[in-house]
C-alpha cells in the first residue's frame, strides 16, 4: 500500500519513451507533506515501518509512520507553544537523529519554514544565516562541537529567540526532548491565514558559498512531490522498501534521498548516523538491515570497493544508486565484478529534484549521467543561450522555469544578482556544463568554475579523474586548475595513495604518462600533489573549491616573501 498514485496520473511505463512523454503530476491543492503523507500512512496503517535508526555504537530504532505521526505533532505543538509560527524560520542543526524527521514533519504541519544546516558550521556560517533568513530557533543535536558554535554565534544573532538540544538542556537552552515530550500528540490541521499553500515557503537550503557568500535557495510546498522521480523512477523504492542514502540532514541529499519521495513511495528510510564514515561497518548495516536500494556519492563507493566484498552478502539489495558528483567508470566496473550490481548514476542540484538519471528503461553507460527526467524542460546550450548539436559542450538550462514545474526552486532568496545571473528570464541556467551523445545520454564535464581553459582547450575535470583512477596507486583524486603565465591555466591533481604506494617523483612521471595514454595528451595533469585526504562536505562530496582556496593562498604567501627579499 502506497500513496503514489494520488500524486501522479500514471505509475508503470513501457519505455523511457513513453516516460519521458506521459509522465504528468496530480496536483493536490494546498499540499502539505507532514498531514497528506505521513499522517495519512499513520491512519491508513498505523503499524507501517517509516524509519530505522543505527549508529556507530550497534544502537538501533525502529518507528512506524503513527510514530512519526505522533512526535511530529508533538515538535509541532513545541515550537507553536514558543510562538514560531507559520512564516518563522527554523535553523536545524540535527546530523542524523531521529528528531531530524520530526522536526522537520512538525515545521511542515505548522508552516514554519526548515532551514537544514550541516553539523560543520563555524561561527561566521552560524552568524551570517541567522541574520540573513532572520532564524527565530536553532534546533541541535547532543553534539559538543555544535553546541560550541553556537554559543559562540548566538550573542551576534539578532533575531534568535531560543537554543534547543537534545538530551539535558545547559543554561540558556532549552531540551528539545523534555519540550516534546511535554507536548500533545494531537495537532490539527491549520485552516485559515495559518493553512499552508502549494506556493508558500517550506524549505530553505543555503549553496555551498563558492563564490561570495551562500545563496538562499528556497523552495515550496510542492518540492516533495517532485522527489517522486527521484525516488521512484532513479532510486526505484517501493512499498516496504529499506532505503539507505548516506547524507547528513544538513545537505539537500537528505531531501533527495532520506524524506520526501521515499515516503510517499511507501518505502523506509534506513539511516547510518556516523560520526566518520567507515566502509566495512556501512556494509555491515547493508547486510544486516537486508537493504533494498542503496544510495551514496561517489567516494562513498571508492571507500566501499577497497573493503573485502566477498564478506559480505548483497543478495538483498536490488538497486543501487549515486549523485553528488560523477562517478568513475572504474568504480563502476569493480563495485559490479564485486557484487553483481550496477550503480546508477543521477544527477541534479539543490534547486530541484534529479534533472538527469539513468532510468530503469535504459541501459547504463558507465560515466554517463543518463537521460532527462520528464518534469523539466532541460536543455544544452551556449553561451548565446542557442541549443548545441550532439557532442558540442554546453551550458545546463531548464528552460521554461518561470512557470515553477514541480520540484524546482522558486528563487534565490533575498538576491536579486543571482537571479538576473542564473535566471535572468524564462529560462535557469543551472551553472553546469554537459554534452549529448547520438542516443540521447548526457555526459557531465562540470561546474562553469571547475572547467580548465589550458592553451585554448577547455578540460572537465571529470575525465582527467577517470583516467588517473584507473592507476592502481590512485585512491581517490580530485583535478583542478591553476594559473600559468604561458598557458592560461594548466591542469593540477591533488591525489590520496592506495595503501602500497608512496608519491615520489618517478610517480609523478607514471602518473602523468598513465594519463596521456588514457585520455587525450593535453589533459594531463602537469601539477601534481600527494595529500592523505581531499576537503569533503559532510555528505562526502569532494570540495574542489577548498582546493582553489588553499592554493591560491598558497601562491600569495609565495609572492608575499618574494616580495619582502625572503625567497
Known amino acids: 500500500m502506497d500513496l503514489l498514485s ?23 491543492e494546498d499540499f502539505n507533506f507532514g498531514f497528506d503523507v505521513v499522517d495519512e500512512y499513520a491512519r491508513l496503517d498505523p503499524d507501517k515501518e517509516a524509519l530505522i ?68 558550521l563555524m561561527y561566521h556560517d552560524i552568524v551570517y544565516r541567522c541574520n540573513v533568513a532572520s532564524i527565530k530557533m ?10 560550541e558554535h553556537v554559543n559562540k554565534a548566538y550573542p551576534d544573532c539578532s ?75 532513479w532510486q526505484q523504492v517501493y512499498d516496504g522498501c529499506r532505503h539507505l542514502t548516506q547524507a547528513d540532514s544538513g545537505w539537500a ?39 533494498n536500494s542503496f544510495c551514496g556519492p561517489s567516494t562513498i563507493y571508492r571507500y566501499l570497493i577497497q573493503e573485502d566484498l566477498t564478506k559480505y552478502d548483497f543478495s538483498s539489495i536490488k538497486h543501487c544508486s549515486m549523485a553528488g558528483e560523477p562517478l568513475n567508470p572504474e568504480v563502476f566496473y569493480k563495485w559490479k565484478e564485486a557484487t553483481g550490481l550496477e550503480i546508477r548514476e543521477g544527477f541534479g542540484q539543490t534547486e ?81 556544463t554537459a554534452w549529448r551523445d547520438p542516443e540521447g545520454y548526457i555526459w557531465f564535464v562540470g561546474r562553469n568554475d571547475d572547467v580548465i581553459k589550458c592553451s585554448g582547450y577547455r578540460i572537465g575535470p571529470f575525465e582527467v579523474e577517470s583516467a588517473l583512477m584507473t592507476h592502481p596507486a590512485v585512491l581517490e583524486c580530485a583535478v583542478t586548475a591553476v594559473p600559468d603565465p604561458m598557458r592560461g591555466q594548466v591542469v ?32 594531463y595533469p602537469r601539477v601534481i600533489e600527494f595529500v592523505t585526504e581531499l576537503p569533503k562536505t559532510a555528505s562526502g562530496k569532494i570540495m574542489r573549491t577548498a582546493i582553489r582556496k588553499a592554493d591560491e593562498a598558497k601562491r600569495r604567501e609565495i609572492a608575499s616573501h618574494g616580495e619582502n627579499g625572503s625567497v
Open 6 to 28: 494520488r500524486f501522479v496520473e500514471r505509475i508503470d511505463f513501457d519505455s523511457y519513451e513513453d516516460f519521458k512523454q506521459n509522465f504528468k503530476f496530480k496536483i493536490p
Open 53 to 120: 535508526w543505527c549508529d556507530d555504537d550497534g544502537n538501533e530504532r525502529h518507528f512506524t509512520f503513527k510514530d512519526v505521526s505522533d512526535r511530529s505533532n508533538q515538535a509541532a505543538n513545541m515550537f507553536k507553544s514558543l510562538g514560531i509560527k507559520k512564516g518563522d524560520t527554523v535553523l536545524m542543526m540535527l546530523r542524523q537523529r531521529p528528531e531530524v524527521w520530526f522536526v522537520m514533519v512538525g515545521l511542515h504541519k505548522l508552516g514554519a519554514v526548515v532551514i537544514p544546516a550541516t553539523f560543520q
Open 138 to 147: 536553532i534546533v541541535c543535536a547532543d553534539d559538543e562541537q555544535i553546541m
Open 159 to 233: 533575531t534568535v529567540q531560543y537554543r534547543s538540544i537534545i538530551g539535558e538542556a545547559p543554561e540558556g537552552w532549552r531540551s528539545l526532548t523534555e519540550d516534546m515530550d511535554n507536548a500533545s500528540t494531537v495537532f490539527e490541521r491549520p485552516t485559515g491565514d495559518e493553512a499552508t499553500h502549494n506556493d508558500d515557503t517550506m524549505l530553505i537550503y543555503f549553496s555551498s558559498g563558492t563564490t561570495g557568500e551562500p545563496k538562499m535557495i528556497l523552495h515550496d510546498y510542492l518540492l516533495p512531490l517532485g522527489h517522486i522521480i527521484t525516488a521512484k523512477y
Open 253 to 291: 541529499k537528505f531531501a533527495w534521498g532520506k524524506i520526501y519521495g521515499q515516503w510517499i513511495c511507501g518505502a523506509v528510510n534506513v539511516t547510518y548516523d556516523t560520526m566518520k564514515f567507515n566502509g566495512a561497518r556501512m556494509l555491515q548495516i547493508m547486510e544486516k538491515l537486508k537493504l
Open 352 to 432: 530541484g529534484s534529479v534533472l538527469f538519471a539513468n532510468f530503469p528503461w535504459i541501459d547504463v553507460k558507465p560515466g554517463s549521467t543518463g537521460k532527462p527526467t520528464p518534469i523539466y524542460d532541460i536543455d544544452l546550450v551556449d553561451d548565446e543561450g542557442n541549443s548545441v548539436e550532439d557532442g558540442i559542450v554546453g551550458n545546463i538550462v531548464i528552460r521554461n522555469a518561470s512557470s515553477h514545474p514541480t520540484g524546482l526552486f522558486r528563487e534565490y532568496y533575498k538576491n536579486p544578482e543571482a537571479m538576473a545571473d542564473q535566471w535572468p528570464g524564462a529560462d535557469y541556467s543551472t551553472g553546469d
Open 492 to 523: 593540477k591533481a591533488t591525489i590520496v595513495l592506495t595503501k602500497n604506494y608512496e608519491g615520489s617523483p618517478e610517480l609523478v612521471k607514471e602518473l602523468q604518462n598513465h594519463v596521456k595514454h588514457a585520455t587525450a595528451p593535453y589533459k
